[in-house]
């Protein structure tokens, strides 16, 4: 099993829709959450980090499931703009250390059309 | 300017040749990382450092080897080049919250 494993899209919306991605992850002592966003041929870039409680960024909001091991990102009024591929991210923890490296998902593709 | 700079931006080298990658940030962050990515197969981490004495070998280190000069250097070499090592190459450093900035990539191909 991967240790973080995304849904394999793509994705193909409508300007307007709604969209949720979602992201499992192995480690049950991982610590820390985040979704990434990548335009192709570019890097990685942080789009929020993920807090068990839940939390939103305008049109974004992320939710923590620590019992299921579960990760979601949902995307309210897609705009075009908000084409790119989304990566699910998680800090495992490694050797007892307080931080590890980051695992990265496989990245779920979405495009939003006219 | 770039908080996280890689060079070179694209790379195109021979089978055999040696090569590096190099890697510099300004976030004064003391985790760095290198990555490569394939289509297909996402972000697989080479190697890690989080401090300039810490080396870490990630999931995919043989054929590569990595130097920490100082807090804001961290190269990636490629002893002998292969074509599978033919990729999107990303360098990242990491703050004390997890959070990854990265480098706008390398982009290299082995012949």
């Known amino acids: 099993r991967k240790e973080v494993e995304q849904d394999p899209g793509p994705f193909n919306v409508p300007e307007g829709a709604t969209v949720a991605f979602n992201c499992t992850y192995s480690?049950?002592?991982?610590?820390?959450f985040f979704w990434y966003r990548q335009d192709c041929r570019k890097e990685p870039k942080l789009l929020m980090s993920?807090?068990?409680s839940g939390n939103e960024d305008g049109r974004f909001t992320a939710q923590l499931n620590r019992a299921s091991q579960y990760i979601s990102l949902l995307i309210r009024d897609s705009k075009l703009s908000d084409s790119a591929t989304y990566l699910c991210?998680?800090?495992?923890?490694?050797?007892?250390?307080?931080?590890?490296?980051?695992?990265f998902g496989q990245g779920t593709i979405l495009t939003v059309h006219p | 300017d770039a908080d996280v700079t890689q060079t070179p931006r694209n790379r195109i080298t021979k089978t055999g040749k040696r090569i590096m990658l190099e890697c510099s940030q300004t976030?004064?962050?003391?985790?760095m990382y290198w990555y490569r990515q394939d289509p297909g197969l996402g972000l697989r981490l080479i190697y890690y450092?989080?401090?300039?004495?810490?080396?870490n070998k990630g999931e995919i280190s043989d054929g590569y080897s990595v130097s920490r000069q100082a807090q804001a250097k961290f190269s990636l070499s490629l002893e002998s080049a292969i074509p599978n090592q033919t990729a999107l190459y990303f360098c990242?450093?990491?703050?004390?919250?997890?959070?990854?900035?990265f480098g706008q990539g390398t982009r290299l191909t082995v012949v």
């Open positions: 990242a450093t990491s703050d004390l919250g997890s959070r990854a900035f």
């Open positions: 991210v998680v800090n495992k923890d490694a050797g007892g250390t307080s931080y590890g490296k980051l695992t």
């Open positions: 976030k004064g962050h003391d985790r």
């Open positions: 450092s989080f401090d300039v004495k810490d080396i």
């Open positions: 480690n049950s002592a991982s610590q820390s």
């Open positions: 993920v807090y068990s």
